[in-house]
């Protein structure tokens, strides 16, 4: 993506101050843009094996289950913006007991909300997520007296845990296998 309007003209700078403020549609702004992208680069490796389940409530630790060729994971989606500093990311203990469970941190470019690259935290097809760690996450505000409590089914996982996937197509790589086409998918992948 670039940062034109149709008429070839600059777009607008987003402000900072947005992406706090709106912080919940950027959020689903971001999901929508990254199961579009998952979804056009499977179809464009001739995967049509797929299925995508979004979570009504967010009490299971996931925020996307996607199933393809029988993997199924369910998928804790974080987010931050190429700049960023953030060091770590609170993961729901509740995704330990989902089959495949991982966490994608979606990085993206401030400006354009153009994805990746991506960081991963996962096991590979099959197997469950690694362990977490005991670092018990705690709420971002802090109540009238300053104490921030904690959040018992959180944990932190630091930035170093994750791998970096440079592109989409290593993001299906770690969520299926090295797999470029599925068995029963009954179309010939496209070129």
Known sequence: MDQSTRAGQP???IRVSAHSRDSS???KVLEHLFVGDLLRCMWRKGIFDIEVLRAEVDRGGYDLVVESNGVMRHIQLKSSHRLSSTSDVSVNMN???KPCGCVIWVLFDRDTLELGPFRWFGAAPGQCLPPVGDKVARH???DSLGHKA???NMRVVGRGRFTVLATMEDVITALFGARSEH???GRPPLA
Do not use: I, M, T
């Open 11 to 13: 777009g607008p700078k």
């Open 25 to 27: 549609l950027r959020e």
């Open 95 to 97: 995704l330990l007991a």
């Open 140 to 142: 971002s505000k802090a």
């Open 150 to 152: 904690e959040r018992p």
């Open 183 to 185: 068995r029963n998918s």
